[in-house]
């Protein structure tokens, strides 16, 4: 099964900042990959798919970038409502199956 | 705009039954696959299985022995069942609808994403 790690696990960062998170899959995966962002008590939110595509309602702050085995979300500007833990995720046809990343916390410097 | 409620019992003791449902409104259930994620305490995401209209399922291999889900169309809902629970079953429970998507850049694929969530269920196993 393809495993995905992400990096870093955690990163202390202010308002206003860039911050990149990478994650990579252990095989190429081309394009097939999600961004998630959870907020504590709350149930995950999908940023973008199939690599970089924003899904709609999120802020064009968000972005991501990536294919085959490298992908990176990138928040432009960081925002306070943007401190979470975000998760990528990728899917194996044969057998159906979901993979999530460890996720990387995003928190308050 | 589709929303998924969910309920089910959050105390249970080990050795019990795990059961938890999930209603679809506001769109359609056919045409999806219908997944059950849980994430233990301070921990990440863990898909547990998932089924489509038709009934056809699919399971996390670390979990299928203990898992049954089905679906219930002429409610437009779905449950998960998960016998045998543990305090390692403690966690929060997600239901959230499968979207596929495929594409050809750098090569072809096509794969699923979650793009609608529950608000989740509090499940504590403790004796």
């Known amino acids: 099964a393809i495993q995905l790690t992400q990096s870093p696990s955690s990163l202390s960062a202010s308002v206003g900042d860039r911050v990149t998170i990478t994650c990579r899959a252990s095989?190429?995966?081309?394009?097939?990959l999600a961004w998630y962002q959870q907020k504590p008590g709350k149930a995950p939110k999908l940023l973008i798919y199939?690599?970089?595509s924003l899904e709609s309602g999120v802020p064009s702050r968000f972005s991501g970038s990536g294919s085959g085995t490298d992908f990176t979300l990138t928040i432009s500007s960081l925002q306070p409502e943007d401190f979470a833990t975000y998760y990528c995720?990728?899917?194996?046809?044969?057998?159906?199956?979901?993979?999530f990343g460890p996720g990387t916390k995003v928190d308050i410097k | 705009q589709v929303q998924l409620q969910q309920w089910g019992a959050g105390l249970l003791k080990p050795s019990e039954t795990l059961s938890l449902t999930c209603a679809v409104y506001?769109?359609?259930?056919?045409?999806?696959?219908w997944s059950w994620i849980r994430q233990p305490p301070g921990k990440g995401l863990e898909w547990i299985g998932e089924?489509?209209?038709?009934?056809?399922?699919n399971y996390n291999p670390s979990l299928k022995s203990r898992v049954t889900i089905s679906v219930d169309t002429s409610k437009n809902q779905f449950s998960l069942k998960l016998s045998s629970v543990t305090a390692a079953d403690t966690a929060v429970y997600y239901c959230?609808?499968?979207?596929?998507?495929?594409?050809?850049?750098?090569?072809?694929?096509?794969?699923?994403?979650?793009?609608?969530w529950g608000k989740g269920t509090t499940v504590t196993v403790s004796s």
């Open positions: 959230a609808r499968g979207l596929g998507s495929s594409g050809y850049y750098p090569f072809y694929y096509y794969y699923y994403y979650m793009d609608v």
């Open positions: 506001g769109g359609s259930f056919s045409g999806y696959y």
């Open positions: 089924i489509n209209h038709s009934g056809s399922t």
């Open positions: 095989q190429g995966i081309s394009s097939a």
């Open positions: 199939d690599a970089s």
């Open positions: 995720q990728q899917f194996n046809s044969y057998p159906r199956r979901f993979t």
